[in-house]
Each structure stands twice: as structure tokens, then as C-alpha cells.
């Protein structure tokens, strides 16, 4: 299996902050991943797809980059909605697996 | 508007059959190059992947549960059905079923991409 080490697992923000947030794949993934916010009590919502692709909807201060092992997810001008948790998703390898996440507060 | 959302047991003893229902709209089960997933989070835990369905039937299973695991379509129902055979414990989780979207890769075999849009989630209990 593909491993995704995400970190940080949590991290203590403020309004107006801006944030990155890191995964690592355990192999060559090229673009294949994905970022979704799961805000308290809800379920998971699509942010970025395939690396860098902002999903429709999703406000322009959000933001993916990165291939091969490295990613990341950078949320600037940070708003009280965004306190929520970030996951990282590989479908490149099977079976798909997810990071730890990372808990903004 | 795409939308999906699951129904099931909230309590199922130790060694039953869990069986959960995706009920869908918005996009058909046999058409337009979308498939469904269930995903499943413990408490307190991160996202496990667990089946695919997709357009054209295929399906596939997480390796580590692959042996207790059916999911199946009623399209004419709308439908996806999740089977977790052998429950215990730690099959205590929010279960989601999402759509995902698919492609062929260079051998012809089905992958999910990215998983849009989610269920609410149900939540199972097993316990005596």
C-alpha cells in the first residue's frame, strides 16, 4: 500500500493566518492526490483533485501543489470556517489510502 | 443536484451481517463515468477506504476486507449496497458512501479518482 504521512496533526491558528499543510507519499504518485476539509460533525468535502485543482466552489485561498512523493495544501488569509480537519488521499496506487489529518484550531 | 445518502443499522451485534444502503440522485449508477464508494471513520479516527462500484459494474475491495465485503447496484432503485459480513468492534465507524469519479489506466483496469460528493454518513455501533 501507498503510505501518506501527513503532518502536522494539528496546529493552533489564528483568524488572517496563513497555513501548510504536508503529505509525503511512500512512492512516486505523480499527481494523483486529492485534499478534503471534514469541518466537526460533517462529512468529508472535495478541495483539491489531482494535486492542484481547486474544486468548484472552493474559495481561491485555498491551494495545492506538489508530485511525485511531496504535496502540500496551503490555506491563506485563514476565516473561523476553515477550523476543521485536512485530509490527503492518493489514488495511485490500490488500494486508495488517506493521511492521518491534520486538525486546524 | 447531486446527492447521496446512506441508510442502515445503528446497532448490529458481534458477528451479524451489516448491510448499509446508498440511495442516489442526481446521476445514474450505469452512465456518465461515475461510480460509488464507501468509506467508513471510527471515532475519533481518520478515512479508511473500503469499495468501489463503478459504471460498467467492476468492482473492487480494500485487500484487508476483501473477504467480508459485497457491494452491489439496483439501478433501477438508485441504489448501492454495502454487505460486511462477520461484523466485530472495530467495525464500530461513521460509514459514507460518496460518488467517485473513474478512470481506465493503461492496463483497462477501473480506478475511483476523487471522491465527490459525500453522503451525511451514517453511524454503526457493533456491540452485544
Known amino acids: 500500500d501507498v503510505q501518506m504521512t501527513q503532518s502536522p496533526s494539528s496546529l493552533s491558528v489564528s483568524v488572517g493566518d496563513s497555513v501548510t499543510i504536508t503529505c509525503r507519499a511512500s512512492q512516486d504518485i505523480y499527481t494523483y492526490v486529492n485534499w478534503y476539509q471534514q469541518r466537526p460533525g460533517k462529512a468529508p468535502k472535495l478541495l483539491v483533485f489531482a494535486a492542484s485543482r481547486l474544486q468548484d466552489g472552493v474559495p481561491p485561498r485555498f491551494g495545492g501543489s506538489g508530485s511525485q512523493t511531496h504535496f502540500t495544501l496551503t490555506i491563506n488569509n485563514l476565516q473561523p470556517e476553515d477550523s476543521a480537519t485536512y485530509y490527503c488521499h492518493q489514488y495511485y496506487g490500490a488500494p486508495d489510502t488517506f493521511g492521518q489529518g491534520t486538525r486546524l484550531e | 443536484q447531486v446527492t447521496l445518502k446512506e441508510s442502515g443499522p445503528v446497532l448490529v451485534k458481534p458477528t451479524a451481517t451489516l448491510t448499509l444502503t446508498c440511495s442516489i440522485s442526481g446521476f445514474s449508477l450505469n452512465t456518465d463515468s461515475a461510480g460509488v464508494s464507501w468509506l467508513r471513520q471510527p471515532p475519533g479516527k481518520g478515512l479508511e477506504w473500503l469499495a468501489h462500484?463503478?459504471?460498467?459494474?467492476?468492482?473492487s475491495y480494500s485487500p484487508s476486507l476483501r473477504t467480508r465485503l459485497t457491494i452491489s447496484k439496483d439501478t433501477s432503485k438508485s441504489q448501492v449496497v454495502l454487505k460486511m459480513i462477520n461484523v466485530a468492534p472495530e467495525d464500530t465507524a461513521t460509514y459514507y458512501c460518496?460518488?467517485?469519479?473513474?478512470?481506465?489506466?493503461?492496463?483497462?483496469?477501473?480506478?475511483?479518482?476523487?471522491?465527490?460528493?459525500w453522503g451525511q454518513g451514517t453511524q454503526v455501533t457493533v456491540s452485544a
Open positions: 462500484i463503478f459504471s460498467n459494474d467492476d468492482k
Open positions: 460518496a460518488r467517485v469519479a473513474e478512470r481506465v489506466t493503461s492496463y483497462g483496469v477501473r480506478r475511483g479518482n476523487w471522491f465527490d460528493p
